[in-house]
């Protein structure tokens, strides 16, 4: 118990140097910092919590060897020009593959028909509006990258927009903690994602990089907070019966 509490002090210091680094464009010690927070992270998930998921524990460990990947990119010679950077391509498929996971453990998770078939607008609505925002945010990396790049990042930010609908879909249907919590979770996680991509492309500016670092700590905090509630049935939503008055 007392080596749990010692993590979670370590990771709440950790956390707040990666944004303070990452604010003041320390990127290569960012990295660093990153890379340890989340081999403990995933360290605390597998030693003490008393109801893991499989997917929750791989996308920690999948995420975590991505970062680690980024981290030694900063320890190897740069590409040339017109060399294919593997390591990028690599710790980026990683990414995606992490986030992939946290996909399927949510659908494992729904009555895929009940689902359809009481939430089928709002679907198709969430359908639409991921395309929208994935051609747009995309887009606006479109003239820097080349083409192999522009259709990983295109990937990239599909995945997780589709991470962001199914965990709304999520709550939605469950309508519990558990849910609200992974959803919040998701929220940070697609800001940070979408003010990383800005930071990286559009604009270099340090507040950006101050912003994006915190919204991946905190989303982090709470897939953990998410990670520690027992998966439980859906919570029949709130409905205004009628008042009954008997004679």
């Not at 996308?59 to 990947?69: D, P």
């Not at 391509?89 to 028909?113: S, T």
């Not at 599909?158 to 709550?171: G, Q």
């Not at 998410?226 to 008055?245: M, R």
Request: charged content about 10%.
């Amino acid at each position: 118990m007392l080596v749990n509490k010692i993590l979670k002090l370590i990771l709440l210091l950790l956390g707040g140097s990666y944004i303070f680094l990452q604010g003041f464009a320390l990127e290569q010690e960012g990295a660093i910092v990153s890379a340890i927070m989340l081999i403990l992270l995933t360290w605390l998930y597998a030693g003490w919590t008393k109801h893991k998921s499989k997917f929750f524990f791989l996308f920690l460990i999948t995420f975590t060897l991505a970062q680690v990947l980024s981290l030694i990119s900063w320890y190897i010679p740069g590409t040339k020009a017109g060399e294919i950077d593997y390591l990028y391509y690599v710790a980026n498929v990683l990414y995606i593959i992490a986030y992939a996971l946290l996909i399927i453990k949510i659908i494992k998770g729904l009555d895929l028909k009940k689902v359809f078939s009481e939430l089928t607008i709002p679907i198709i609505v969430l359908v639409v509006l991921d395309i929208f925002c994935v051609t747009l945010i995309s887009g606006t990396a479109e003239d820097m990258l080349s083409y192999d790049q522009y259709a990983l990042e295109y990937t990239y930010n599909a995945v997780v927009m589709i991470l962001l609908s199914f965990a709304l879909i999520n709550y939605m249907y469950r309508n519990n903690n558990k849910s609200m919590l992974f959803l919040i979770g998701s929220i940070f996680m697609m800001f940070s994602e979408i003010i990383q991509l800005a930071y990286y492309y559009i604009l270099n500016d340090n507040s950006l990089g101050f912003v994006y670092a915190f919204f991946l700590v905190v989303a982090f905090v709470f897939f953990y907070l998410q990670s520690q509630h027992k998966v439980s049935e859906p919570v029949a939503a709130y409905s205004d019966e009628p008042l009954e008055i008997q004679n």
